[in-house]
């Protein structure tokens, strides 16, 4: 219950595999999804060629110097939230974190109605982007991740003895999705305070399904529960796994059944710690609400005078767009008036 397990998935991405090994997987998913709310996966079929290609060209941009980056500033992406952010320009409960990101998401055309309307977090990436076929690499990516986020939520469905396609049909046919590239620098792991200088402070994640590819540097811990008590245990990496977590909205949608959590980034490896947060969330115009299954009996109490964020999980109404909109301005307080 104390580490993070590790799940063969294979049987989920395999399109001639049975149901029954359908169901074992979907059984170890459900297991960890109540425990830890962490998972790594393997078996995952993402090509390592790609993942390979898309590692480098990251580190080729972010060795880049800093009026380089700054070409394709988040500035410049407006009310579509894509773009570079540089070391301390992103916030975690107010605290500047020490990475430097690129931001991507759904590739839309300028003529797309929603892009047209001016809805927020929709529009076209910043490309192209230097080193050349880092873009083409992100969008390969994007839609390889894609298509597993697809498989595993037909895992997390079984879990919850509902249809495979249940969240595909109705939450994610055109989901939400995030993308981020970020470099944690080295550092002193104490300010002049001496408190903690964070790559990324405590937090859980907003959405349904996060799934992250790491470097070898290590840095992630996860927040465990066992017995009333707390205890941050290392997510270290696992070669070509991916770690899987829980979000908030998943744990509201299961009354809390389904863990969103906390977890943090120090990078204490003396290097630049390189990671890929795959967001996997529900359609803008969804409206989200809580999964009615025998599987969730035991949905528990509200805990949200524990969380890092003193907000409940479980109180929610609206789109899942609006929901995700309170969120942003929180983390770029700059970006707040461009995009709200
Ligand atoms: O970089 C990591 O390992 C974790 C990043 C993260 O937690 C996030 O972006 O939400
Ligand atoms: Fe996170």
């Known amino acids: 219950m104390d580490t993070v397990p590790l799940i063969d998935v294979r049987a989920l991405v395999d399109p001639t595999s049975s149901p029954l090994a359908r169901r074992e997987v979907a059984a170890r998913m459900g297991a960890a999804c109540r425990n830890t709310g962490f998972f790594y996966v393997v078996g995952h079929g993402v090509d390592v060629g790609l993942q390979t290609r898309l590692e480098v060209l990251a580190r080729d941009f972010f060795a880049r110097p800093e009026e380089e980056k700054q070409r394709v500033r988040m500035a410049l992406g407006g009310r579509a939230w894509r773009g570079f952010f540089p070391v301390g320009g992103e916030l975690t409960s107010g605290r500047p974190d020490r990475k430097e990101g690129l931001y991507f998401g759904t590739e839309l055309p ?42 595993l939520m037909s895992g997390i469905a079984l879990s919850l003895d509902l249809e495979a396609d249940f969240f595909a049909t109705r939450y994610m046919a055109d989901p939400t999705v995030l993308f981020r590239i970020f470099n944690y620098p080295p550092g002193p792991e104490v300010d002049a305070q001496g408190l903690p200088v964070w790559g990324v402070g405590e937090h859980t994640d907003y959405g349904v399904l996060t799934i992250l590819k790491q470097d070898d540097a290590g840095g992630l811990q996860v927040k465990t529960r066992q017995d009333g008590q707390t205890r941050w245990v290392d997510a270290p990496p696992v070669e070509d796994a991916f770690v899987c977590n829980i979000g908030d909205m998943l744990d509201r949608m299961t009354r809390g059944v389904y863990r969103s959590t906390p977890h943090r980034v120090l990078n204490r490896a003396g290097r630049d710690r390189l990671s890929l947060p795959f967001f996997f969330d529900p359609d803008w115009t969804a409206e989200v609400r809580a999964i009615d299954s025998p599987a969730l009996k035991d949905a528990g109490a509200d805990d949200h005078a524990e969380r890092w964020d003193r907000q409940s999980v479980h109180r929610f109404e609206g789109t899942y767009g609006d929901y995700l909109l309170g969120k942003v301005g929180k983390v770029f307080p700059d970006l707040r008036a461009e995009v709200l």
């Open 110 to 151: 300028p003529d797309d109605p929603r892009v047209r309307a001016g809805t927020p977090l929709h529009g076209p990436n910043l490309f192209p982007l230097e080193p050349e076929g880092l873009g083409g690499a992100v969008l390969a990516y994007m839609a390889a991740l894609t298509s597993l986020g697809h498989s």
